[in-house]
């Protein structure tokens, strides 16, 4: 499905990035506060979907279980 404008720059709260990606809260405010997952703080952290989607792309193939050490999924 070819996403329209509305839906790239949908704004996702952290509860809603936590249930995409299936993980705790504490795991999502972690990847956002390193900086590893973009968001903005409007009242309270956002994620964009477009950002959530640059993301999965990016650390595909990737284990993030220590954010200070990223490795390759073996």
């Known amino acids: 499905k070819i996403m329209n ?6 704004l996702l709260t952290v509860k809603e990035v936590s249930k995409l ?4 809260l504490p795991r999502v405010r972690a990847l ?3 900086g590893i997952l973009p968001h903005i703080v ?3 952290k956002k994620i964009r979907r477009v950002s ?5 792309a990016k650390y595909d193939n990737k284990d993030l279980s220590d954010l200070n050490n990223i490795k ?3």
């Open 52 to 56: 959530l989607n640059e993301f999965l």
């Open 5 to 10: 404008n509305i839906e790239q720059d949908e």
């Open 32 to 34: 956002t506060d390193t």
């Open 21 to 24: 990606l299936k993980c705790g």
């Open 42 to 44: 409007l009242g309270s």
């Open 72 to 74: 390759e999924v073996r």
